[in-house]
């Protein structure tokens, strides 16, 4: 027996080494390729006329097929039928499917303005729907890789390195991520807006090579087990999956991954916008705090697995970070808090419990689910976390909404005074633009106005039911026609143009200030549910701990064996 187990490949740590970075490197294009187009969205904006309604149907596009038509639960029983190699090889070819449809639906010539009009969700533009079709079938894929791996991390590390293992897998992948925020607009300002997902395209097939890579190695871990007298396991049955769900410390597992992983996600999704109406930073600038969060977690995310590894305290860890959570939460909420400094530090805390919580929480689960029903297992984690991940950012738009009740139709009126402006002063200039530049123009000016009066300036508002919405309208048209006067003959139209984008938002600043219209959103309340899942993941860390006392998962001790 210890002559078989020395014959294991899994025992030499170069060997599980290479095979963890090669299976890593799978998913390093999926991360990239997550957030390759959120920097790139100002540009796909005035290049395709997206709106900001058609780049959150996109992105939620990810979850469409994995949530609904459950392919994230096909996946991971496919998984533990037929085990890593066909599931990693069909699940990264998928990613390139998937990335390879998205590239062609941005590129191939739709006439302006192509819209299809679906069942239930309406009309949506041609290549929006496509475009996230190629997303939906690349979620599919990154969410079965995602599963792939971890089971395959667990294969070679049991018993020995496995948070440490699973924390630089993590850390792997958010490079992807750090790639993407630094280079997808640099990329599309330099080539078009269609390079970072044809960069994309090649990570993908890079992912197929390196799980090619680490199917050759697995079949030779599995050669050198080929003599070793382990415990013959039973296959998986369908019926394993009763006995997943019957397990309470499962779904503590589950349910804390849902409330904690919400509580990051979807903060980092609003987390720009916050900072630019609470903290008063520039819109150019307000996104590189966010951005703090998965820099750090690359490198303390294998830094807290490590500890695990030697020392345990797992379901102790998890407690830390949700602690953690609540803490940024609640003091982000407060309203005379508003020192960006104070901001960013929050979010360097925020990160470090987002590398605590991860690195603890997924090397647990092999602890209470044996191998065999790992990619269930997985995969149901993963289910329930991809529904949350769906559900609270439009929770948070609900609560955003309904506790700002005026800020979006005093946007509203602005930018209709916008339009009014510019359709009489183009008029009278005899200039026609296409609707789609006019839009554009339009669009531009609002969100300029905007932005500077959120960050610049700070006044109570004046009460809704003060407000005559038609006098504030007029105003605004007045006062951006007088300001830009008749501009000089001979002028090219471009100028023009120019001049009246300028001129108006001077001029739309100064009414909307004067009448000190509501255009702030207070995000107190989103804060505060955030707060709530933070508190809620507190409860479900401590009842996994005393399940964990009272059977015995050893999610206390450490996971190396000695
Ligand atoms: C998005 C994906 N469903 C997810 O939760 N990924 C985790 C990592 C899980 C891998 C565990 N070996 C993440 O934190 O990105």
């Not at 190695?217 to 019957?246: A, C, G, Q, Y």
């Amino acid at each position: 027996m210890t002559e078989a187990i020395r014959k294991s490949l899994r025992e030499s740590p170069k060997a599980r080494w290479t095979a963890m970075v090669v299976v890593s490197l799978s998913m390093f294009g999926a991360y990239y390729f997550n957030y390759a187009l959120s920097p790139v969205k100002p540009i796909l904006e005035s290049a395709l006329g997206w709106t900001s309604s058609d780049f959150g149907v996109y992105t939620s596009a990810y979850a469409w097929f994995n949530v609904y038509f459950l392919m994230l639960i096909f996946s991971g029983i496919i998984l533990d039928r037929l085990g890593i190699k066909i599931t990693g090889l069909g699940a990264t070819v998928l990613m390139v499917v998937g990335t390879g449809v998205n590239y062609w639906a941005i590129t191939a010539p739709f006439p302006a303005g192509a819209q299809v009009t679906l069942p239930l969700i309406g009309s949506i533009k041609t290549e929006v729907l496509l475009s996230s079709i190629g997303f939906a079938i690349f979620g599919v894929g990154s969410e079965a890789t995602g599963i792939t791996v971890s089971k395959a991390i667990v294969k070679w590390f049991k018993g020995k390195e496995m948070a440490l293992a699973m924390g630089l897998q993590m850390s792997i992948a958010r490079l992807g991520t750090a790639l993407a925020l630094a280079i997808s607009l640099p990329l599309a300002l330099h080539f078009t807006y269609r390079a970072p997902v044809a960069f994309a395209f090649i990570l993908m097939l890079l992912g197929v090579i390196a799980f090619i890579t680490y199917i050759v190695l697995d079949t030779k871990l599995d050669k050198s087990e080929e003599h070793i007298e382990v415990e013959e396991e039973e296959p998986f049955r369908l019926k394993d999956i009763v006995m997943i769900i019957s397990n309470k410390a499962f779904w503590y597992i589950a349910i804390l991954c849902v409330l904690f992983y919400g509580a990051v996600f979807p903060f980092l999704f609003y987390a720009t916008d916050f900072i630019i109406n609470k903290y008063h930073v520039s819109p150019s600038l307000a996104g590189l705090i966010p951005s703090l969060l998965p820099f750090g977690t690359i490198f303390l995310t294998p830094f807290f697995g490590g500890i695990y590894d030697k020392k345990g305290k797992g379901a102790t860890i998890m407690i830390i970070g949700a602690i953690m959570l609540i803490v940024v939460h609640g003091f982000l909420s407060i309203p005379t808090l508003d020192n960006w400094i104070f901001a960013a530090a929050m979010v360097v805390i925020l990160g470090i419990a987002f590398s605590l919580v991860p690195s603890a929480m997924w090397p647990s689960v092999p602890k209470i689910i044996p191998e065999k029903q790992l990619g269930t297992a997985y995969a149901v984690i993963f289910f329930i976390q991809n529904i949350g991940l769906m559900a609270i950012p439009l929770l948070l738009g609900v609560v955003l909404n309904s506790t700002n009740p005026n800020v979006s139709p005093n946007k509203t009126v602005i930018r209709k005074a916008v339009e009014m402006s510019y359709t009489k002063a183009l008029q009278e200039q005899n200039i026609t633009l296409d609707a789609k530049a006019l839009n554009i123009a339009i669009e531009k000016t609002t969100s300029g106005v905007v932005d500077s009066i959120v960050e610049s300036v700070s006044y109570v508002p004046t009460p809704q039911s003060e407000i005559n919405v038609e006098k504030v309208e007029n105003s605004i048209v007045a006062n951006n026609l007088n300001m830009l006067g008749s501009p000089e003959l001979g002028v090219s139209q471009e100028k023009v143009l120019d001049k009246m984008g300028s001129t108006f938002k001077k001029a739309t600043f100064e009414v909307v200030t004067k009448e000190k219209l509501n255009i702030r959103y207070d995000y107190q309340y989103d804060i505060l549910m955030f707060t709530l899942l933070g508190v809620l993941a507190l409860l479900f860390a401590f009842l996994l701990k005393r399940e964990d006392r009272i059977k015995g998962y050893g999610l206390e001790k450490p996971n190396i064996e000695s």
